[in-house]
């Protein structure tokens, strides 16, 4: 099995806090990884260093390594907007461009110089599960979109760029229970051709979606491995009683 992302002796401060320590995970090609834990753990600072997203904070500071396919992300000579390329990322929030839902697509494909057209849309709009529903309306604005329609249309702008690996902050947590079905057959589908990694409060969730699961407290990594096996019978006491609801 293919690592696509590795993740060496990682350690992440915001300031003097420690925030991320001794962090060592492999993420697998075409697999569904889950980041679980309580609130504050630092799910997001993690899934944010993979884009580089902390560039724009001047008080943090990482040491360690993040490859992809090989290569550190954080050398020097690595541009960051060809990276947020090939690793995409969708928010808790569904955030769509004030635009129309053809623009939602294009705009990213412009910026990026890659081909803008009305076939290209298409697939990416189809590839994310939204195309039936608005084919006849891709001129309105995205705004207009429920709340699960817009995630799905964020989800499509995303892989309309071919990213590599698509990192999913609680992409479901705004969203009602079907629209969360469909998200998660959508995840399910994409896997064929992504790496991903998602972010959730949600531990039915984790468990349908996700290949691997780990198990994250006071930002260090408790516990790791394969989804069924870390709820079935986690090794760790605090993986027990987080994964039973007895905190977070
Ligand atoms: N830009 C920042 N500056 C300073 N501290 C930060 C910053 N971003 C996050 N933190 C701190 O880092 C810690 C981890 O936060 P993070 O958002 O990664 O947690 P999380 O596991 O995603 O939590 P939640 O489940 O609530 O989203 C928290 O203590 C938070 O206050
Ligand atoms: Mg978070």
């Known amino acids: 099995m293919k690592s696509k992302l590795v ?35 630092g799910k997001s600072t993690l899934l944010r260093s993979f884009n580089r997203m902390h560039d724009l904070y001047p008080e943090a500071r990482i040491e360690g390594h993040i490859r992809l396919d090989e290569r550190e992300i954080y050398q020097k000579d690595i541009e960051v907007t060809d990276l947020r390329k090939r690793i995409g990322m969708v928010f ?19 910026i990026n110089n890659l081909t803008a057209d009305k076939a290209t849309v298409q697939k990416a709009l189809e590839e994310a599960y ?12 995205a705004t207009r979109l429920s709340g699960g329609q817009q995630q799905r249309l964020c989800i499509a ?5 071919r990213p590599e690996v698509i990192l999913m902050d609680e992409p ?17 589908h994409l896997k064929k051709n992504y790496t991903i990694v998602i972010v959730t409060h949600n531990m039915q969730q984790a468990q349908r979606v996700a290949d691997k699961t780990v198990f994250m407290y006071l930002g260090e990594i408790i516990e790791q491995g394969d989804t069924q ?4 019978s986690p090794q760790h006491e605090t993986t027990r009683n987080y994964i039973h609801g007895h905190f977070g």
Do not use: M
């Not at 980041?35 to 753990?41: Q, T």
């Not at 479901?172 to 399910?188: F, G, N, R």
């Open 229 to 232: 096996q870390i709820f079935n």
């Open 172 to 188: 479901c947590s705004a969203l009602d229970p079907v629209s969360t079905l469909k998200i998660e057959e959508l995840i399910h």
């Open 92 to 110: 808790q929030k569904a955030n769509p461009f004030p635009k129309s839902i053809y623009d939602n697509i294009t705009y990213g494909l412009k």
């Open 157 to 161: 702008r995303t892989v309309a760029l």
């Open 7 to 41: 993740v060496e002796h990682l350690n992440l401060w915001f300031g003097s806090k420690q925030v991320l320590k001794d962090i060592n995970i492999e993420f697998e090609e075409n697999k569904v990884t889950a980041l679980i834990g309580p609130s504050g753990c």
């Open 130 to 141: 939204i195309w039936d529903e608005v084919k006849d309306d891709l001129k309105k604005p």
